[in-house]
């Protein structure tokens, strides 16, 4: 049997961040709306943004300013099954949101498609 995904390391310019486990990651892309009239004509595209929404545990290290001044940042996902995905140009998109039994917050950045290394 293969290893399948359990860890995903969060990084925004340079700094990598303690994540939880329940970060979500929608890369963005294209969405695909059908065309149609009397029949099915085929379909349109429409870009549609890249949005990571993390748990992120707060430590002496951690700045509530830096996330809620964020507007032009490269943000990088790691996860332990090989994948690496670049957002360039992201931003904050809510405040972060403290969860003090589990000792974390919630970030949620948002940016243009990102684009998968490999």
Known sequence: MGKFLGIVDL????????TGDSSTFDPGGYTRPV???????????EVAESKVEAQVFIDAGFSFATFQAMTSSTVTLTTDTGQTWTIAGAWNSEPPTVNQKDHSAKIVLMGPPATEII
Do not use: R
């Open 11 to 18: 990084t925004v310019d340079g700094v990598t961040y303690k």
């Open 35 to 45: 065309v149609k009239g009397a029949k099915v004509y085929g379909y349109s595209e």
